[in-house]
């Protein structure tokens, strides 16, 4: 099965509404990192969270190992936050190997 | 700021041919990767390496090949092309328990 899990899959919102952005885990793991992609963009890391919070201006990620959770949180949403979120884990004992979730598509309206 | 270089951006391929995907980086990681990245799909690991001479077969690794000839450079190769290759490739580097960071792809369109 699957061993992480991003809901949801799709969101839309108003300019300046929150979003809080989940992902699920099966299995243990090492590390979580969140990645921003626009559509044919590259990856860029958001955040590296092996556990707790971590607040980068709007944007906040907490993990939680012993739930198997990570959430990513949006604040005050801007039309430039548009985009797709990524989680990713590294199980444990992949060394280094990262096993991604498909995504949450964000689409921000004025 | 950690760089990791793929070259080329866009590549454009006949079907029975051989492609070569290059990727370079400055961050003096011993780990490297190849994924692919496909509608429906979502990212999927091709190769990887631990270091200089090593590769590693990752989830997806038939009709793929990887060198890995130095700590930076790590190449990802096709040597009989098809279009069912046709797709976005990544390449990144970390250590383990550390960030991983990415390329800015590679769109690779097999006709």
């Known amino acids: 099965g699957q061993q992480v899990q991003q809901s949801p899959t799709s969101l839309v919102l108003q300019e300046g509404e929150n979003a809080e952005l989940q992902c699920n885990f099966s299995?243990?793991?090492?590390?979580m990192q969140w990645f921003y992609q626009r559509p044919g963009g590259s990856l860029v890391s958001v955040f590296y969270?092996?556990?707790g919070t971590k607040q980068s201006g709007r944007l906040t990620s907490t993990t939680v190992i012993k739930e198997r959770r990570s959430s990513l949180h949006i604040s005050s949403s801007q039309i430039t936050d548009s985009g797709t979120y990524l989680c990713a884990m590294e199980l444990s004992g992949s060394f280094n190997k990262l096993t991604f979730g498909a995504g949450t598509r964000l689409a921000v309206c004025p | 700021e950690a760089a990791v270089t793929q070259s080329p951006r866009n590549k454009v391929a006949v079907t029975g041919g051989k492609v070569t995907l290059s990727c370079n980086q400055t961050n003096n990681h011993n780990n490297m990767y190849w994924y692919r990245q496909d509608t429906g799909h979502g990212l999927r690991l091709i190769h990887y390496s631990y270091g200089a001479g090593s590769t590693e077969k990752g989830d997806i690794p038939d009709g793929y090949k990887a060198s890995r000839p130095s700590q930076e450079n790590f190449s990802l190769i096709l040597e009989l092309a098809t279009p069912s290759q046709t797709s976005v490739y990544f390449c990144?580097?970390?250590?383990?328990?550390?960030?991983?960071?990415f390329g800015k792809g590679t769109r690779l369109t097999v006709v």
């Open positions: 990144a580097s970390g250590e383990q328990g550390t960030e991983v960071f």
């Open positions: 299995t243990s793991l090492n590390s």
């Open positions: 969270n092996p556990s």
